[in-house]
């Protein structure tokens, strides 16, 4: 991304992205990342570099001075992997995580499969939803589903042959179920 990438439209932001197979991808920025990197741009000292790198290299990684040089994919994720471990984050981590962090956000929140798609440039919806990982949200109500009282077996069960059914399952009762082995309940 180039300086001039993030530009003011309207009352916000616009950023333009560019994808894989030089395509280019223009989408309203949210106004919190926007303030992060107009903060950013300005303490950089880059806003009047409007063709210059947005995301620079810095020797020695001490941020203390920016290079004219482009970030590179490699440094980008010892960046992020740097600053999640920072953050006591030690799984895998990269750039496909902020972006299924972003699609699930986002249809968290109430968000049209269409507009996601849309947003990560998708030509498919089908790619959108392997992004998505509000499935994978379990939340202690949920899990407090989960009945552990215990309660006495009320009813053993045992098989019986039935020349109708391949299979059938009758009572029996507590003597004839210890003698078989059996602890299955109604």
């Not at 949200?137 to 006495?152: A, M």
């Amino acid at each position: 991304m180039k300086v001039e990438d993030l530009r003011p439209k309207g009352a916000g932001w616009q950023v333009q992205l560019h994808e894989k197979g030089g395509k280019q991808h223009a989408m309203p920025c949210h106004h919190s990342p926007a303030e992060i990197l107009r903060t950013y741009i300005d303490a950089a000292g880059i806003a009047d570099d409007r063709k210059g790198w947005l995301f620079r290299t810095s020797p020695g990684h001490n941020a203390m001075a920016l290079l004219d040089a482009p970030m590179s994919q490699a440094d980008a994720w010892r960046m992020i992997r740097r600053r999640a471990v920072a953050f006591c984050i030690h799984g895998p981590i990269g750039n496909h995580t902020f972006r299924a962090t972003g699609i699930t956000a986002y249809l968290g929140n109430g968000g049209a499969l269409e507009h996601a798609q849309s947003m990560a440039a998708h030509e498919s919806p089908r790619t959108t939803k392997l992004y998505d990982r509000t499935k994978d949200r379990l939340t202690q109500n949920e899990v407090e589903r989960i009945d552990y009282e215990p309660r006495p077996c009320t009813t053993w069960l045992r098989p019986v042959p039935n020349p109708e059914l391949p299979f059938q399952i009758a009572p029996m009762n507590e003597r004839e179920a210890r003698g078989s082995g059996l602890r299955l309940k109604a």
